[in-house]
């Protein structure tokens, strides 16, 4: 299934480097997440854009930067990151952000920060 | 926030009826509980949501009692391919904000 998709698959970054995650929704929805999956723990929602407002969940720290410069691409900036944020970093994406709406997830960039 | 409390492994063959129970004991009365499958390296799929009582499609049903503390994912004759993590959330129904609550995840191994 290729109506979200994600790049890179895979990102080895050291703690002072600065990448970005991108992904791009082909399904004509308006609205679209970031989450975080790690090891033995539960998803977590990082980010929504909905049209042009932004929700964020509070715990997420500011060296994740969010961008969506429009309803089908999304992108995630990391700078000075630590070993703790290795994980999967899942887009998703859905028609729009509340409950009924199905989310379709991307395939995910696994993150490893050394 | 509701906690969500979910089996952490299960085992099952083939050919039969596998049945997953979710706890959210302090879920709101504008949450909706939705499921979702992932098999290894890829995102979550959506299978079913529901409010309240019973929900049913083509590949699994949903119970829900009168006082949606709980949630029981049914999936029918299972076969190997349903080997996945299955997850149970709840999600806010208001338009605005959408912050969903996520299980650990059930992590289901059919045997043949």
């Known amino acids: 299934e290729t109506g979200v998709t994600q790049t890179p698959r895979h990102l080895v970054m050291g703690m002072t480097n600065k990448k970005s995650l991108k992904c791009e929704q082909h399904l004509g929805h308006n609205a679209m997440y970031w989450y975080k999956q790690s090891a033995k723990k539960p998803l977590e929602l990082m980010f929504v854009?909905?049209?042009?407002?932004?929700?964020e969940n509070n715990s997420v720290p500011s060296r994740f930067s969010p961008e969506c410069p429009n309803s089908s691409h999304l992108f995630l900036h990391l700078h000075t990151l630590q070993p703790e944020d290795s994980a999967l970093y899942l887009c998703?994406?859905?028609?729009?952000?509340?409950?009924?709406?199905?989310?379709?997830f991307g395939p995910g960039t696994r993150l490893t920060v050394t | 926030l509701a906690k969500i409390t979910q089996p952490i492994s299960m085992d099952s063959y083939e050919g039969q009826e596998v049945n997953i129970t979710c706890s959210h004991n302090?879920?709101?009365?504008?949450?909706?509980i939705t499921w979702y499958q992932q098999f290894p390296s890829q995102g979550p799929r959506f299978i079913i949501q529901?409010?309240?009582t019973k929900v049913t499609n083509e590949v699994a049903s949903l119970f829900i009692p009168a006082d949606r503390k709980s949630s029981t994912l049914s999936l029918p004759r299972v076969s190997l391919s349903d080997t996945a993590v299955y997850y149970c959330l709840v999600v806010p129904i208001s338009g605005g904000s959408y912050i969903p609550t996520f299980g650990r995840g059930t992590s289901l191994i059919v045997h043949p």
């Open positions: 998703a994406s859905s028609q729009e952000s509340r409950a009924g709406n199905e989310q379709y």
């Open positions: 302090n879920i709101a009365t504008n949450d909706y």
């Open positions: 529901g409010y309240k």
């Open positions: 854009y909905s049209l042009e407002e932004r929700v």
